[in-house]
C-alpha cells in the first residue's frame, strides 16, 4: 500500500501515523499535491463532513508586550506600526464579538498581548466574558491570555470560558531561538493547567520560521500528546519591524502539504487554518478548506484577512458549509473526552494520543532526530527550498489591522 493508501486508512481509523509517514508528506512532490490533498480531505469529510467552522479573534489588548517572541508584532522592540491599546472595556469587546458573530462565528477568541495575566486581568476578562455572554448565551469563548498562574484557569473555567488557547508555536529544540524571555516548557505548562481545568486546549504552531520539517513533525505530534482538541496553523505573516521580517520561504504548496501532515497526525482534531492564510495560501485557500475544517474569520490581531464576506462566498463557493452553533465541532468520542476532562472524570487527553493512560501526557519528550538543529535551519534547508517564492520578498501582502477593536471603525466580519 503506498503512502496516501495508508494515511487515508489511518485517518478514517482515527489512528496517528508513523513520524517518517508524517516526513514523507512533506517531502512529496508539486506532482503528487493534488493526491495529497485528496487523501486529507477523504480523512477530513470523514470525521467532519463539508462543515467549516468559524471563529472570530477580538485583540483586548494590542502591543505593549515585554516578551521577546521573534515572529511577533506586539514584541518587546517591535518596530512594526500596528494598532497599540491598553484594554478594551467590556462593553467594547462585546461589540466586536457581536459582529463577528452575526458574520457566522460560532466561537469568539478574546487575546490579549502579554506574558500572563494578572488576578485583575482575570476579573477584566471574566466581565468581558459576562457581556458577551449576556448577548449570546451559545457562543464559545475562547481565552488567550499568556502564561497562567495557578488557579487562574480554573477561575476562567467558572467564569464561563470555553478554552484556552497557548500554542507551542514550533518544535521544543528550536524554541529557544525563537524567543528568550520563556521556555518551551512554560507553554506546555499552560496547556496542561488549562486542560486540567476543564478547559478545551486550543494549541498549535507557526510554520514558515525557517524550521525543517522534523522541527514541524515535533511540534505537531507534541500537539497531538498534549491531547489539544484544536489545532490553529500559522503561516508566518513576516512583519516589517520583526526580527522575522526576511522569512519569506512558504509556498502554496508548502502550506498545503503542512495542513495535510497536520490532518493526518490530527485526523479527529479541530485542524483551523489562522493567521497567514491570504498572504501564504493566497488563491490556492479553498483548496486548504479540503484539509482543515476551521478558519479565522475576517481580520487577525494585527493584520487585516480578506474581507468577511469574502471568506463566506469562498465556503460556499468550494462546497462547504458554515458550522452552525447547535452542531457539535469534534466527534462524538473526542467531545466525549473533554466533556469528562471539564467534569473531571478523566485526563483530558484523547485515548489515541496517549499510550500510557491518564499520566502526565505532556510531558512524553522525542528523541531528537537526526539532523535536527539546536536553533532554526536556514530556509533553504525546507523541503521547498529557500524562498521558494521565486525568493520574493511580498511585503505587499501584509496589511496591518486599522478597523475594528480599538479603532473608531467597524470590524471586519
Ligand atoms: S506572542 Fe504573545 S507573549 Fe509573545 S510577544 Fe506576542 S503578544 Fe507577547
Not at 164 to 183: F, P, R, V
Not at 197 to 221: H, K, N, P, Y
Not at 338 to 348: F, I, M, Q
Not at 350 to 359: E, H, I, K, M, Y
Amino acid at each position: 500500500m503506498d503512502l496516501l493508501d495508508t494515511l487515508t486508512a489511518k485517518g478514517l481509523r482515527g489512528e496517528v501515523p508513523t513520524r517518517e509517514e508524517a516526513l514523507a508528506v512533506l517531502a512529496t512532490t508539486d506532482d503528487e499535491l493534488l493526491d495529497v490533498v485528496a487523501a486529507a480531505g477523504k480523512v477530513r469529510r470523514r470525521w467532519f463532513g463539508r462543515r467549516v467552522k468559524l471563529n472570530y479573534l477580538v485583540n483586548l489588548k494590542s502591543g505593549l508586550c515585554p516578551e521577546d517572541c521573534s515572529y511577533c508584532s506586539q514584541r518587546l522592540g517591535s518596530k512594526a506600526e500596528i494598532l497599540k491599546y491598553t484594554w478594551l472595556k467590556p462593553d467594547q469587546a462585546a461589540d466586536a464579538a457581536r459582529a463577528g458573530v452575526a458574520g457566522g462565528a460560532k466561537r469568539v477568541c478574546l487575546v490579549a498581548s502579554g506574558r500572563g495575566p494578572t488576578d485583575r486581568d482575570i476579573d477584566r476578562v471574566t466581565d468581558t466574558m459576562a457581556a458577551i455572554k449576556d448577548a449570546d448565551p451559545e457562543v464559545e469563548i475562547c481565552v488567550c491570555l499568556g502564561l497562567l498562574s495557578d488557579n487562574q484557569a480554573e477561575r476562567l473555567k467558572a467564569a464561563g470560558a470555553d478554552a484556552y488557547n497557548h500554542n507551542l508555536n514550533t518544535s521544543e529544540n528550536t524554541y529557544g531561538a525563537i524567543t528568550k524571555t520563556h521556555t518551551y516548557a512554560d507553554r506546555v505548562d499552560t496547556v496542561q493547567k488549562a486542560h486540567g481545568a476543564g478547559l478545551s486546549a486550543c494549541s498549535g504552531l507557526i510554520a514558515g520560521m525557517g524550521e525543517t520539517d522534523e522541527d514541524l513533525v515535533d511540534v505537531v505530534f507534541a500537539l497531538r500528546e498534549l491531547g489539544s482538541d484544536s489545532v490553529p496553523v500559522n503561516f508566518l505573516i513576516p512583519f516589517e519591524g520583526t526580527p522575522l521580517a526576511k522569512e519569506w520561504n512558504l509556498t502554496p504548496q508548502r502550506c498545503l502539504r503542512i495542513l495535510a501532515m497536520v490532518r493526518f497526525v490530527n485526523p479527529d482534531t479541530e485542524v483551523r487554518i489562522a493567521g497567514g492564510r491570504e498572504v501564504h495560501l493566497r488563491t490556492m485557500q479553498p483548496l486548504g478548506l479540503h484539509i482543515a475544517n476551521s478558519i479565522f474569520l475576517g481580520d487577525y490581531l494585527t493584520s487585516e484577512g480578506q474581507a468577511g464576506q469574502t471568506d463566506l462566498d469562498m465556503i460556499k463557493d468550494a462546497g462547504f458549509e458554515v458550522e452552525g452553533a447547535g452542531e457539535a465541532t469534534l466527534p462524538r468520542h473526542r467531545a466525549d473526552v473533554a466533556a469528562a476532562a471539564a467534569t473531571g472524570s478523566g485526563c483530558g487527553t484523547a485515548a489515541s494520543a496517549c499510550g500510557s493512560g491518564c499520566g502526565p501526557c505532556g510531558g512524553h519528550e522525542h528523541a531528537p532526530l537526526a539532523g535536527t538543529a539546536s536553533a532554526p535551519a536556514p530556509a533553504s534547508e525546507g523541503a521547498d527550498g529557500a524562498n521558494s517564492a521565486n525568493g520574493e520578498l511580498r511585503d505587499d501582502l501584509v496589511k496591518v489591522r486599522r478597523r475594528g477593536a480599538g479603532t473608531e471603525l467597524a470590524p471586519n466580519a
